[in-house]
């Protein structure tokens, strides 16, 4: 048996970030399509980011990047989302869009173009001081094309020094996030491929160090949900990017390719005890072809499906299943949960907090999608090509 109740009130304390970038217009390396509507600048973000939140309650923080969202006055930017309900989230750093940087960043062999991916990296931290934000996240686009291009030990000595000097630099509410990603853009050696690799420089560096797992950066058949099982048994990690993938870094809507791994990733987190706010629920998408803010919404709700059916999971029942080495009787009681329809639960529990029980449906009554596209000519691109 479980406690709805208790169940409802967790679900009320989560809190899932939507990316800056994913409110601009994306595409793939074919062909970025433009949408009506698109916001032009950071705080048109903001904006359309509000609107998520209001109509879904979960959704308070946002993700920047820099440069994407550079401004002059980030102060200034904290209080435009506070006065919209929202607070600026993780920062995450660009050390890829140089032309510096065609042999890597903070890995790079010249002394000189580390010197500048360091020194933007402590930029964002400065920028975290203007903003409250508590997390850096780090994805290194760092790697090599071909065997014996550059040198695979140095390149970690280089990296393991870049992040020792931003480590150094945290304040002591901040953190770092180290992200990895098993191919792209380096085709032969990424220099961050795996949970194991973020993880051995996260534990030498020390506690502000935390992995982030973004759920598009696995080799197909890979299991996520036991990296997060043993990064959260280490106290190292640091939360999540999510997204859906079929094939690479598809970056589609969370919970969409495979809500049956979502729910099995939630499970863990539940378990585990990282349903707290130490692990930060994060989106990493891209919206190409389908409306944007629609589209943030249903991913916010596929991942308050997945936790609400990670929550109903009866732990008595499954515990002594598997004491009793019940196999299929210990299957059935995640099957359950998983197969529980918790659609009417979220929603009652959104009319308990005087929201709309269907959230897409509000939005698309509010008139915001018209009135934005009427307003709003020239939208930015979100800097993201695929
Ligand atoms: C890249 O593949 C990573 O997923 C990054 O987390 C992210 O998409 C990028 O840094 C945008 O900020
Ligand atoms: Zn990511
Ligand atoms: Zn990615």
């Given at each position: ?54 109509f ?55 002394a ?39 040198d ?78 043993t ?28 809500p ?11 378990r ?20 944007k ?90 800097g993201?090509g695929?």
């Open positions: 048996m479980t406690d709805v109740a208790a169940v409802k009130a967790a679900l009320k304390t989560q809190a899932i970030e939507t990316p800056s970038w994913a409110y601009g217009n994306s595409g793939t390396r074919f062909k970025v399509f433009t949408q009506p509507g698109v916001p032009r600048s950071p705080r048109e973000k903001l904006d359309d980011a509000a609107k998520v939140h209001e879904t309650g979960a959704a308070p923080t946002v993700a920047l990047h820099i440069p994407w969202d550079r401004v002059d006055d980030y102060a200034a930017l904290a209080r435009y989302a506070e006065e919209r309900g929202l607070r600026l989230g993780a920062i995450n750093s660009n050390t890829f869009q140089d032309d510096d940087y065609r042999l890597g960043s903070v890995c790079h062999p010249d000189a173009v580390r010197r500048k991916a360091v020194a933007h990296l402590l930029e964002c931290v400065d920028i975290m001081d203007a903003t409250g934000s508590r997390d850096l996240k780090l994805w290194f686009a760092d790697g090599t094309n071909y065997p014996g291009q550059d695979i030990r140095a390149r970690q000595d280089r990296l393991a020094e870049a992040l020792a000097t931003v480590h150094e630099r945290l304040g002591d509410d901040q953190r770092m996030l180290l992200e990895y990603k098993f191919f792209e853009p380096a085709f032969y050696a990424t220099d961050v491929p795996d949970w194991g690799t973020a993880y051995a420089h996260c534990l030498k560096l020390g506690d502000k160090a935390r992995v982030v797992v973004d759920t598009g950066h696995h080799a197909p058949g890979t299991n996520i949900e036991f990296i997060v099982a990064l959260l048994r280490e106290g190292k990690l640091g939360g999540f990017d999510f997204n859906s993938r079929f094939y690479a870094d598809d970056d589609l809507m969370v919970g969409a390719a495979d049956f791994q979502l729910f099995r990733i939630m499970y863990e987190v539940v585990g005890g990282g349903f707290t706010p130490d692990v930060a629920f994060m989106l990493d998408q891209c919206h190409n072809i389908e409306a803010i629609p589209a943030i919404i249903r991913s916010v709700m596929n991942v308050q499906e997945a936790t609400a059916k990670a929550l109903l999971v009866d732990r008595a029942a499954l515990a002594s299943a598997q004491a009793a080495g019940d196999v299929l009787a210990a299957n059935a009681v995640l099957m359950d949960a998983y197969d529980t329809d918790v659609r009417p639960l979220l929603a009652e529990l959104r009319e308990e907090q005087g929201l709309d029980g269907d959230p897409v449906a509000a939005y698309h009554r509010s008139g915001w999608a018209a009135k934005t596209a009427g307003e709003r000519v020239g939208g930015a691109q979100a993201w695929a």
